[in-house]
């Protein structure tokens, strides 16, 4: 699973404490699911993801589950947007984010 938290500038800007408040949230949740898979895959099963709790729960420690915050991730997400770029450029706006698409946090 590879999954993105984006946001408008004006958010950051109008509310940087609840921004980064998600972000911890979204941080913490990815350490707790590492440390304990059992509860994890539990989750998993209650909330109909697809899997089982005990599939899941053998999974996660064979997941690469990582946060990585944006302007450390800028690299690795310019790779992909220029595959995008490079056979529908229309698809990403023409053009590589600014520099000020990536936050820091």
Not at 69 to 87: D, G, H, N, T, Y
């Amino acid at each position: 699973p590879m999954s993105a938290f984006v946001v408008r500038d004006t958010l950051i800007t109008q509310r940087p404490l609840a921004v980064k408040a998600i972000l911890d949230a979204y941080r913490s949740s990815i350490e707790r699911v590492q440390a304990d898979p059992s509860a994890a895959g539990v989750l998993v099963e209650k909330y109909d993801m697809g899997l089982k709790a005990a599939v899941a729960a053998k999974a996660i420690p064979r997941s690469a589950y990582v946060f990585i915050p944006a302007i450390k991730a800028r690299s690795a997400v310019e790779q992909l947007l220029s595959v995008f770029l490079s056979f529908a450029p229309a698809s990403i706006g023409g053009k590589l984010p600014e520099p000020s698409f990536y936050a820091e946090f």
